[in-house]
């Protein structure tokens, strides 16, 4: 038998999710971002939640030929465009929509031979200073840009980098429409918090965080708050119990000392399946669907939590890490974030590949 711990896809709760960010920008068209393997949902398996998404948003170029080998013939948009010269030719071939934030990009195009014109994203830095041309070089870029036989509709850009936070983005979105006021195109604004906590609605918003099952303002607000819904379960069982006496210590570094006679399970799951070694004692965890916490220090194939309240998990128990527990109850993503001080994007990205992970079935 293989170590038990495996990963699960929600695809309705992607569904879900996908139709609250619907539902927050009714007249605006989606895209589900499904960047980084769908934030290591896997793209095939975020496929068959997101289809009713108007497009699919990301970065890498051989993630965007396994959208089209799904049959998916509607938009998709290289967040950062392309990187060399020929990854143009892929543009043509397989009908990218890309991003254009360098002078680069512009004299690769201009030299670009192709039958179909191209649908660019012209991108902005309107503060992040990341990606982008500034306020003051975008309409020359603009200009240069419809100039070319190359290039068909252009659509306007930019990305906040505190749609989450407490400076918000009332800087950025001044500069873009400053300098945007009278050129024609879509617009694209709203990454989830922006969509979320501003309400930034123009003709495209880019879903991203949201579609998981994260909220991108949690702690402040978490995803029962915004109605949304957990599309991965980390889970596992234990494997075997301890019974500790009064200053007996658990783990490397004997971080935890027992205050007294307690009970605890081993968990096969450790850092290397993903799980972050950042985690203190007091992690929460689910066990057979009951909260408790984590004990200890997270070592490579295990961690151990607290079954001192819960006297009827043994060997076998079930243990959700984060996502859907039995019986219905729910551990967020985000809290186990929070506790290794890291955000439910990077938790979920980072699942290790030794972790079987599928679409579950109910
Ligand atoms: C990743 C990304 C998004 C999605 O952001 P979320 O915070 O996950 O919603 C949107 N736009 C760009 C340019 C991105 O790179």
Not at 130 to 143: D, E, I, Q, V
Not at 149 to 170: N, Y
Not at 285 to 298: E, K, P, S, W, Y
């Amino acid at each position: 038998m293989p170590r038990p711990i495996e990963a699960l896809v929600h695809t309705d709760a992607l569904a879900h999710n996908l139709e609250r960010a619907r539902a927050r920008a009714p007249d605006c068209r989606s895209w589900a971002v499904i960047k980084a393997n769908a934030y290591g949902h896997g793209i095939e398996r975020a496929y068959e939640g997101l289809r009713a998404a108007d497009g699919f948003a990301l970065l890498d170029l051989a993630e965007a030929e396994r959208v089209r080998a799904l049959g998916w013939r509607g938009p998709i948009l290289l967040l950062e465009g392309v990187f060399e010269p020929r990854d143009l030719e892929l543009c043509s071939r397989l009908d990218l929509w890309h991003a254009v934030h360098c002078d680069e990009q512009i004299a690769w195009l201009a030299a670009h031979k192709t039958h179909r014109p191209h649908r660019v994203f012209l991108k902005m830095n309107s503060g992040m200073n990341r990606l982008g041309f500034t306020p003051t070089a975008f309409r020359g870029a603009w200009a240069r840009l419809d100039a070319l036989p190359q290039v068909d509709e252009i659509s306007l850009i930019t990305h906040f980098s505190d749609a989450d936070g407490e400076r918000g983005i009332a800087h950025q979105l001044a500069a873009f429409d400053a300098a945007t006021r009278d050129l024609p195109g879509e617009r694209c604004l709203s990454n989830s918090a922006a969509l979320l906590r501003h309400g930034v609605k123009n003709d495209w918003v880019r879903a991203g965080i949201l579609l998981y099952g994260s909220a991108p303002d949690f702690p402040e607000h978490d995803i029962a708050h915004w109605d949304l819904q957990p599309t991965m379960t980390l889970r596992s069982r234990i494997i075997a119990t301890q019974t500790l006496a009064a200053s007996d210590t658990v783990g490397y570094g004997s971080s935890f000392t027992a205050p007294g006679p307690m009970r605890v399970g081993v968990v096969a799951c450790g850092y290397a399946d993903g799980y972050p070694r950042l985690c203190p004692t007091g992690t929460p965890a689910l066990v057979d669907g009951q909260r408790t916490r984590t004990i200890g220090r997270v070592s490579m194939d295990m961690l151990e939590v607290d079954l001192t309240d819960l006297p009827a998990a043994g060997i076998g128990s079930e243990v959700t890490l984060w996502g859907r527990g039995p019986g219905g109850a729910v551990l967020a993503i985000d809290e186990v974030a929070r506790a290794a001080g890291t955000l439910g994007y990077e938790l979920m990205c980072a699942v290790a590949p030794r972790v079987t992970m599928r679409v579950a079935e109910d």
